[in-house]
């Protein structure tokens, strides 16, 4: 009796965990759409969230490794990651945004110094690799460019997303950049055209 009680107790905190994860998400997703959206909606998130939107930024995906979005338990280590990137993002940046953004949690860098964000952005998703392996979980990120303002974020969407479906293909590799696969993703789209 004592074993199913413990088991119903592990499951009953495991949905606590999911409904929470997936509260959280959900709130700040909005932020993320509307900065990747039109112009218009950048600039009022942007002022909304009292973030210089004339400032370089950045956008970053970060997904699960694909052996382990597809684990059982790949719902809770989604929640883990949003929570693991929040608080690598704020100690980062404090106006950074964390959300989803095509189903991978997304982190939006304003306020970047362009000179030093090249080094600093890779230093920064090293570090959330390594705590992510402590954790158990095995991420890839994909750095999008710097642009010179959050009303130019947009257009980077769908090469950061190709620079993290370029990871998932090389899955031994945990950090990539527009640099890193420019190539492949150039042949990518040609051969989609």
């Known amino acids: ?8 107790a592990r499951r009953a905190s495991n949905e606590l965990i999911r409904h929470r994860n997936q509260q959280s998400i959900h709130l700040r997703e909005d932020r993320i759409t509307h900065l990747l959206s039109s112009w218009d909606e950048a600039a009022v998130t942007a002022q909304f969230a009292r973030i210089n939107a004339d400032r370089p930024a950045c956008l970053i995906l970060v997904g699960l490794h694909p052996k382990d979005a597809r684990a059982a338990d790949g719902e809770l280590r989604h929640g883990e990651l949003a929570n693991l990137a929040a608080i690598h993002a704020a100690a980062f940046k404090a106006t ?17 110094n362009a000179r ?8 920064f998703a090293e570090a959330m690799v390594k705590d992510a392996g402590r954790l158990g ?4 990120i994909a750095i999008g ?3 010179p303002g959050l009303r130019s ?8 997303a190709s620079i993290l479906r370029c990871l ?3 899955d031994h ?18 051969v989609a055209a």
Request: aromatic share 2%.
């Open 173 to 190: 590799l945990t950090v990539g950049t527009l640099e890193d696969f420019e190539t492949e993703i150039v042949l990518d789209e040609a």
């Open 116 to 123: 030093t964000a090249p080094a600093s952005l890779p230093q």
């Open 168 to 170: 998932r293909r090389n």
């Open 137 to 140: 979980l095995s991420i890839q």
């Open 1 to 8: 009796m004592g074993s199913v009680l413990l088991g119903a």
């Open 153 to 160: 974020l947009r257009s980077t969407a769908g090469e950061t």
């Open 145 to 147: 460019r710097v642009v």
């Open 96 to 112: 950074a945004v964390v959300g989803q953004y095509g189903g991978e949690t997304a982190i939006v860098v304003p306020d970047l």
